[in-house]
Every structure is written in structure tokens, then in C-alpha cells.
């Protein structure tokens, strides 16, 4: 694709953590924007700075007739809108199959029959569960562990399935723990990462669910946006599965020792059980969007935590 083209991109999802960085970047880039969301989890704040330039529908992609409306002359869709959160899933199943599921089989159909010439998919980690492997490369077997992962996993497998039989070009990016600015620290099943930032900032200890040794493959926000557009445009790649990573490993005891050195406290945490349906580790294998995406990670862990915490630092003294 030339560099200067402008595309209509829908994001759905987009007024989520991640969809809103989706959308600055599209526009940085001069592209249309459209995002479809239902504010369940998304917020309007997110896309306050934007709200000029972008054509919002408030509405939910369980809703077909909503999709059909916002996808109308579209390009290339960014599917990012989700029901996240393991715990979430574990005490809600039906709602996390109905919008992780259901609602991407709508997205899939409303694409194909609008005619779009790629989807993205955000897919999860939580795809490997405890596989055996110290880094989870996409050849592995998936292994579930929750509904939230099940639900995601079918959602890919939809995907894949629509390529091979509609011909709709699909993309699966596999994010692993993506962390940032404007991700909500204030919900119960918010992510651990602006759970830990909220507690600390205010002085509190970081509540631990489990040891603090199980590791994560904490990715900066920036990364996941680069590895979306990538994939939304190499050659060659519809129906594939790429992890979308930093590839490092980090314990929670680690990370709460780096906010600690970044706050200047010596905050100790507190210890519960650990959560059903956790996994011990993840971490990536990210060769395949190197080699097939050209993808590298531009923003390590510890600049992205500094950036995540100047940015709720500001946030949180507004
Ligand atoms: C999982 C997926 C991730 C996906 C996310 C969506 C894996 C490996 N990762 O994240 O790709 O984007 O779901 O929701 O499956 N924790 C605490 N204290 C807290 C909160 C969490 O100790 O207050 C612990 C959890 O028990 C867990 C770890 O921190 O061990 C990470 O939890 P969380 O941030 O919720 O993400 P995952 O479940 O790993």
C-alpha cells in the first residue's frame, strides 16, 4: 500500500484502552476513522480528544443490524471490542461468549458482506494456558484455561474459518498483557498492572494474588498498535496467527519492585490465593512477526511502565 493512501479504518472497540491508541495513530497517519462501542467498558473520555474527527456509533456488535450501518464502504477493520478480564468470564460465561463470541461472528458476516478487504483480529495470550514451552510460538497447541481464553480462541478460529471458506481476509494478532495509559485501574476486574499503579500511587500496599512469581510478557501499548497495522498490511499473511509481544518476562514481585524504584517508596505488597484459572507463565515467541511482519518492538517494559506512570500520575491529580 503506498504510504500517502487514505483508508476508512473501523475500530470497534475503539473508545477501549487499546482502540483509542488504535484511533490517534489512524488519524496521526491521515486515515478515516469510524469506531463502533457500546461504553461498557469503553469510555467516552478516551476518544474526547478525537471526537471531531472520527464517526462514532454507540452501539454493541452483538447487534448485526449496528454493524451492517458501520461498515458500509469500510476498508479495514481493527476487531478489537471484547468482553476482557479472565475472573470476569469465570463468574460470567454466557456474557463473555455472547460478546466475544457471538459478537465476532457478527463482525466476521458484516464484513464479508460489506465487502472489506481485511480483518484484524485481537486475539490473547490466554490462547496457551500452561502449555509447555518457556516462550508459546503460534505452532503450539492451544490449552484453555478459561472461559474468557476459550471464547477469544473461538473467535480466531471463526477467523480462520472465514478465509478459508468466504475468502474474507483475516488477520489474528495474539496480544499478551498489554499495558498503557488510559487503562481503567478502577474496576474489579481491571488488569494487574493499573490495579498496582492506582494502589501505589495513593501509598497502598499492591494486593497479590498468589506468590508474585508467575510471569507475564507485559507489553507497552505503543508495540500492539505498530503489530496491529503491520498485520493489517503485509502480504501474504490472511488466515495466520501472529503473537503480538514484547517477549520479555517479568514476575509481579519484579514489576512491583520497578514501580517502586520509579515512585521512590518501599511499598511492600500483600499476599491472597491465587486466582482459578491463572496461568503460571507467559511469554512470548515473537519471531514469526518479525520475520513475516517486519514487526519489533519499539518501547521496553521499563520505559513503558515510566510513560504509564507519568501518565496516572497526571491523570490521578486532575
Ligand atoms: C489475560 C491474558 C491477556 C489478556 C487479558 C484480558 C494471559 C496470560 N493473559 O491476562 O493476554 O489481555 O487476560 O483481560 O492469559 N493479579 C494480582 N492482583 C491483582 C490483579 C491481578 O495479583 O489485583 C494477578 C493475576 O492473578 C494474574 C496476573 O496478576 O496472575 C495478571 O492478571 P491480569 O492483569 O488480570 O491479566 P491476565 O489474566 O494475565
Known sequence: MPQNERHTYLITGGAGFIGSHMVDELLARGHHVRVIDNFSTGKRENLAHVRERITLYERSITERAALDAAMAGVDYVLHLAALASVPRSVADPLSSNEHNVTGTLNVLLAARDAGVRRVVYAGSSSAYGNVDAPRKSEDLCPQPLSPYAVAKLTGEQ???????????????????????????????????????????????????????????????????????????????????????????????????????????????????????????????????ARERLSYTPQVDFREGLARTLAWYREAMTE
Open 158 to 288: 471463526y477467523c480462520r474459518v472465514f478465509t478459508h471458506v468466504y475468502g474474507l481476509e483475516t488477520v489474528v494478532v495474539r496480544y499478551f498483557n498489554v499495558f498503557g495509559p488510559r487503562q481503567d485501574p478502577s474496576s474489579p476486574y481491571s488488569a494487574v498492572i493499573p490495579k498496582f499503579i492506582a494502589a501505589m500511587l495513593r501509598g497502598q500496599s499492591p494486593t497479590v494474588e498468589g506468590d508474585g512469581l508467575q510471569s507475564r510478557d507485559f507489553t507497552y501499548v505503543a508495540n500492539v498498535v505498530q503489530g496491529t497495522l503491520l498485520a493489517c498490511h503485509a502480504p501474504n499473511v490472511a488466515g495466520e496467527v501472529f503473537n503480538i509481544a514484547l517477549g520479555g518476562q517479568i514476575t509481579l514481585l519484579e514489576m512491583i519492585a520497578s514501580l517502586n524504584e520509579l515512585l521512590g517508596t518501599q511499598i511492600a505488597p500483600t499476599f491472597v490465593a491465587p486466582r482459578p484459572g491463572d496461568v503460571r507463565h507467559s511469554r512470548a515467541d515473537i519471531r514469526k
